[in-house]
Protein backbone atom coordinates (compact mmCIF):
# COMPACT_ATOMS: atom_id res chain seq x y z
CA UNK A 1 0.00 0.00 0.00
CA UNK A 2 1.45 3.16 -0.96
CA UNK A 3 -0.51 6.45 0.76
CA UNK A 4 0.09 9.70 -1.35
CA UNK A 5 -1.19 13.26 0.01
CA UNK A 6 -0.50 16.51 -2.39
CA UNK A 7 0.20 19.77 -1.08
CA UNK A 8 0.83 23.12 -2.78
CA UNK A 9 -2.51 23.98 -4.37
CA UNK A 10 -4.08 27.84 -4.17
CA UNK A 11 -4.97 30.56 -6.25
CA UNK A 12 -2.65 32.58 -8.45
CA UNK A 13 -2.94 34.91 -11.46
CA UNK A 14 -2.74 33.94 -15.07
CA UNK A 15 1.10 34.31 -15.76
CA UNK A 16 1.96 33.39 -12.25
CA UNK A 17 3.49 29.72 -10.52
CA UNK A 18 2.79 27.71 -8.28
CA UNK A 19 4.56 24.16 -6.55
CA UNK A 20 2.51 20.87 -5.76
CA UNK A 21 4.23 18.93 -3.72
CA UNK A 22 3.22 14.88 -3.17
CA UNK A 23 4.93 13.26 -0.41
CA UNK A 24 4.65 9.65 -0.87
CA UNK A 25 4.87 6.89 2.12
CA UNK A 26 4.04 2.98 2.92
CA UNK A 27 6.61 1.31 0.06
CA UNK A 28 10.21 2.33 -1.45
CA UNK A 29 9.38 5.28 -3.30
CA UNK A 30 12.01 4.57 -5.46
CA UNK A 31 10.37 1.52 -7.38
CA UNK A 32 7.54 3.20 -8.71
CA UNK A 33 6.83 5.53 -11.54
CA UNK A 34 4.72 8.65 -10.66
CA UNK A 35 2.23 10.67 -12.35
CA UNK A 36 0.36 13.71 -12.22
CA UNK A 37 -3.29 14.00 -13.69
CA UNK A 38 -5.51 16.75 -12.97
CA UNK A 39 -9.79 16.99 -13.67
CA UNK A 40 -11.61 20.33 -13.87
CA UNK A 41 -15.45 20.68 -13.62
CA UNK A 42 -17.57 18.42 -15.64
CA UNK A 43 -14.40 17.24 -17.27
CA UNK A 44 -12.46 13.72 -17.46
CA UNK A 45 -9.50 13.28 -15.25
CA UNK A 46 -6.59 14.40 -17.82
CA UNK A 47 -2.49 12.82 -17.98
CA UNK A 48 -0.20 15.80 -17.69
CA UNK A 49 2.89 14.58 -16.56
CA UNK A 50 5.18 11.17 -15.44
CA UNK A 51 8.44 11.00 -14.30
CA UNK A 52 10.44 7.65 -13.58
CA UNK A 53 11.57 5.61 -10.63
CA UNK A 54 14.93 7.48 -11.17
CA UNK A 55 13.64 10.98 -12.34
CA UNK A 56 15.91 10.41 -15.20
CA UNK A 57 12.74 10.28 -18.23
CA UNK A 58 10.01 12.88 -17.73
CA UNK A 59 6.77 12.99 -20.50
CA UNK A 60 4.24 16.02 -20.68
CA UNK A 61 1.22 16.65 -22.40
CA UNK A 62 1.35 18.58 -24.87
CA UNK A 63 -0.97 21.38 -23.15
CA UNK A 64 1.60 21.30 -20.35
CA UNK A 65 4.86 21.09 -21.75
CA UNK A 66 7.45 23.98 -21.49
CA UNK A 67 5.59 25.59 -18.97
CA UNK A 68 5.44 22.68 -16.19
CA UNK A 69 8.34 20.44 -14.60
CA UNK A 70 7.91 17.25 -12.80
CA UNK A 71 10.97 16.64 -10.84
CA UNK A 72 11.65 14.26 -7.89
CA UNK A 73 13.37 13.50 -4.58
CA UNK A 74 13.63 9.66 -3.62
CA UNK A 75 15.60 10.36 -0.33
CA UNK A 76 12.50 12.85 0.57
CA UNK A 77 9.87 10.35 -0.75
CA UNK A 78 8.39 13.16 -2.62
CA UNK A 79 7.31 14.14 -6.02
CA UNK A 80 6.43 17.95 -7.17
CA UNK A 81 4.78 20.04 -10.29
CA UNK A 82 6.41 23.36 -10.93
CA UNK A 83 3.81 25.40 -12.88
CA UNK A 84 4.74 28.12 -14.11
CA UNK A 85 2.71 30.42 -16.59
CA UNK A 86 -0.12 29.27 -15.51
CA UNK A 87 -3.41 30.33 -17.30
CA UNK A 88 -7.49 30.20 -16.26
CA UNK A 89 -7.43 26.70 -18.42
CA UNK A 90 -5.07 25.03 -16.10
CA UNK A 91 -7.48 25.28 -13.15
CA UNK A 92 -8.62 21.90 -11.83
CA UNK A 93 -8.17 19.63 -9.06
CA UNK A 94 -4.41 17.98 -9.40
CA UNK A 95 -3.80 14.41 -8.25
CA UNK A 96 -0.35 12.62 -7.98
CA UNK A 97 -0.25 9.17 -8.54
CA UNK A 98 1.95 6.13 -8.31
CA UNK A 99 2.45 2.82 -9.96
CA UNK A 100 4.86 -0.19 -9.67
CA UNK A 101 6.69 0.54 -13.45
CA UNK A 102 7.75 3.01 -15.20
CA UNK A 103 5.97 6.11 -16.99
CA UNK A 104 2.77 5.90 -18.13
CA UNK A 105 0.36 8.24 -19.53
CA UNK A 106 -3.07 6.23 -18.98
CA UNK A 107 -5.01 6.54 -15.72
CA UNK A 108 -5.34 3.34 -15.37
CA UNK A 109 -1.65 2.13 -15.23
CA UNK A 110 -1.80 3.65 -11.92
CA UNK A 111 -2.83 1.88 -8.87
CA UNK A 112 -1.87 4.83 -6.03
CA UNK A 113 -3.53 7.90 -5.69
CA UNK A 114 -3.82 11.39 -3.43
CA UNK A 115 -6.76 13.12 -2.65
CA UNK A 116 -6.14 15.89 -4.95
CA UNK A 117 -5.42 19.54 -4.35
CA UNK A 118 -7.27 22.51 -5.34
CA UNK A 119 -5.86 25.15 -8.67
CA UNK A 120 -7.32 28.12 -9.52
CA UNK A 121 -6.09 30.38 -12.14
CA UNK A 122 -7.88 33.72 -12.13
CA UNK A 123 -7.33 35.73 -15.37
Known amino acids: QVQLVESGGGLVQAGGSLRLSCAAS????????MGWFRQAPGREREFVGTISRRGDNTYYADSVKGRFTISRDNAKNTVYLQMNSLRPEDTAVYYC????????????????WGQGTQVTVSS
Open 97 to 112: ASRAGSIATLSNAYDY
Open 26 to 33: GRTFSNYG
